[in-house]
């Protein structure tokens, strides 16, 4: 009895691997800002856990504050400001 080759064929593979990226990078029509917004809003986090949800959006905001905070340094010692 010949054995069966489980392994899916080459060309299919690399279809399933183009859809996939191509799904995972489609925006869905989604702005910056729906994006942004649902980033920050947690819509992620598991909604059943109340914690969770408030944990991530004070993670969120906490390091988006210390982006600002480095890019403020960062142009104030470039710039010499400070």
Known sequence: ???QD???????????ILDR??????TGGLSVVER??????AEDADAADPIEIWGTRIGRF???LVLIAMFI??????????
Request: no cysteine; net charge positive; charged share 25%.
């Open 21 to 26: 990226v191509n799904h995972e990078s489609a």
């Open 1 to 3: 009895m010949p054995e």
């Open 62 to 64: 906490l390091g988006l």
């Open 6 to 16: 489980n392994k899916p064929k080459p060309d299919t593979e690399s279809r399933r």
């Open 36 to 41: 942004a917004k649902g980033h920050f809003s």
């Open 73 to 82: 340094w960062f142009l104030s010692s470039f710039f010499g400001m400070v």
